[in-house]
């Protein structure tokens, strides 16, 4: 089974500063990758999503990842955060082999600071 | 309405008590799931159904009973639960089942076991 871990359980960052939130998986195996946002008293919505191609990987709202097979990462970016950003950033994981099982890490919550 | 909606928002219960969670998507999608989501934890994969036909069961302890009538509902069936099981329960449905298709989660039920 796969495993997903993001080390920062909190991120603080100021308003406009850039920002980067790590996630690391388990397996060097063709995967495919998700970054998934919950706002307050919300569901998760996809922000960006893997599947193959280029390893660099454009979402909503700014947010862009980069996918490293080589460190089995898919950090996620924004050059520059709104007090709007603030919420909880969940990297998640599934292997196209067994397509019903998702693995999602434990969470970062990003705190923007006006 | 649009997207995943769940009722009861909130929900408090005894461990003698049986109760229902319900989620319904207004999506056309084919495959729904139910997830546990606890503080500092993954979220858990409890259970996905596919065209109203359970396809995972992540061993799940029997007293959470999952029942798919049609595509576009799904409920969680509690009884006999316990303090532990406090946490927020989370549904997501996606087109179709497989590791590639983006899930679309309702805003979830917070559930508190006394």
């Known amino acids: 089974a796969q495993s997903v871990t993001q080390l920062d359980s909190q991120v603080p960052v100021f308003e406009e500063a850039p920002v980067e939130l790590r996630c690391n998986y388990s397996?060097?195996?063709?995967?495919?990758l998700f970054w998934y946002v919950q706002y307050p008293n919300q569901g998760l919505q996809l922000l960006l999503k893997?599947?193959?191609?280029?390893?660099l990987v454009k979402g909503i709202n700014g947010f862009e990842a980069e996918f490293n097979k080589s460190q089995t990462s898919f950090h996620l970016r924004k050059p520059s955060v709104h007090i709007s950003d603030t919420a909880e950033y969940f990297c998640?994981?599934?292997?196209?082999?067994?397509?019903?099982?998702?693995?999602f890490g434990t969470g970062t919550s990003l705190t923007v600071i006006p | 309405e649009t997207g995943v909606t769940q009722t009861p928002r909130h929900l408090v219960m005894g461990m003698t008590n049986k109760k229902s969670l319900k989620c319904e998507q207004h999506?056309?999608?084919?495959?729904m799931y139910w997830y546990k989501q606890s503080a500092k934890k993954p979220l858990e994969l409890m259970f996905v159904?596919?065209?109203?036909?359970?396809?995972e069961n992540n061993s799940v302890p029997s007293r959470f009973s999952p029942e798919c009538p049609n595509s576009s509902h799904l409920f969680l069936h509690l009884h006999t639960l316990q303090p532990e099981d406090s946490a927020l329960y989370l549904c997501?449905?996606?087109?179709?089942?497989?590791?590639?298709?983006?899930?679309?989660f309702g805003p979830g039920t917070r559930l508190l076991v006394l």
């Open positions: 997501a449905s996606s087109l179709n089942t497989g590791g590639e298709e983006t899930q679309y």
């Open positions: 397996s060097s195996v063709s995967v495919y």
């Open positions: 893997y599947l193959s191609g280029s390893t």
């Open positions: 998640a994981v599934s292997d196209p082999n067994t397509g019903n099982q998702f693995y």
């Open positions: 999506l056309g999608h084919n495959a």
């Open positions: 159904y596919s065209l109203e036909e359970r396809v």
